[in-house]
């Protein structure tokens, strides 16, 4: 069952330049992730934002969590080419045992 | 670092054999999940374990079964491979379930 949804599917944009990732969902979340994958690769855990959470910085990585949009933020600023990956928002539902449920992703190619 | 490695990064087998996948993490996680990456599908999780000899459904388990017989290791067993069963397999492990995971490098299985 889908819950995350990205928003844009693809994206292309110079180096240098900032590139912003949208996430959307249904219910209620205790947290959401970023994950990144690079082709034919596992994902690599970027950024997790707690339910109570606003914004959170990671290096060139700002994360912003929005519960009354039910919506999320990846913001990568001064893009590089090794920025080149499939990103993913997982959303983990409120719930002892709730799963973490991811959406179909973004293909992200920055041209040097 | 969590490490996480999975048996084999590509397999072919026929149509009717018995496959088996293992994955192995070396952080002491409680947890370990099984998912199938297929293109324009995302994520779908098959089945998971949040101890030794415990297993729980995910949103796929039909045609697959698991085990976890040592804490460290997380087998996916097809017990007889069909052809869409062709697919990426991630393995990953949290330490929580409510946290982040740390994935595989994925096996690229290739059903004839």
């Known amino acids: 069952s889908q819950q995350g949804e990205e928003d844009p599917q693809a994206l292309s944009i110079q180096e240098g330049e900032n590139a912003t990732m949208n996430c959307s969902y249904k219910?209620?979340?205790?947290?959401l992730q970023w994950y990144r994958q690079n082709s034919g690769r596992g994902l690599v855990h970027l950024i997790l934002?707690?339910?109570?959470?606003r914004e959170k910085h990671s290096g060139r990585l700002r994360v912003t969590l929005d519960t009354s949009k039910k919506s999320s933020s990846l913001l990568i600023t001064a893009s590089r080419a090794a920025d080149t990956a499939s990103y993913f928002c997982a959303t983990r539902n409120t719930g002892a045992n709730s799963k973490l449920t991811f959406g179909k992703g973004i293909t992200l190619s920055v041209r040097p | 670092d969590v490490k996480v490695t999975q048996s084999s990064r590509y397999l072919v087998k026929r149509t009717g054999e018995k496959v088996f996948l293992e994955c192995v993490q070396d952080m002491d996680h409680e947890n370990m999940f099984w998912y199938r990456q297929d293109p324009g599908l995302g994520l779908r999780l098959i089945y998971f374990s949040y101890d030794v000899k415990m297993k729980e459904k995910g949103d796929i388990p039909e045609g697959y079964s698991v085990s976890r017989e040592k804490k460290e290791r997380f087998s996916l067993i097809l017990e007889s491979a069909s052809t869409n069963q062709t697919s990426m397999y991630l393995c990953?492990?949290?330490?929580?379930?409510?946290?982040?995971?740390?994935f595989g490098p994925g096996t690229r299985l290739l059903v004839l």
């Open positions: 990953a492990s949290s330490l929580s379930i409510q946290e982040t995971q740390y």
């Open positions: 934002i707690r339910s109570n959470e």
């Open positions: 219910t209620s979340i205790n947290n």
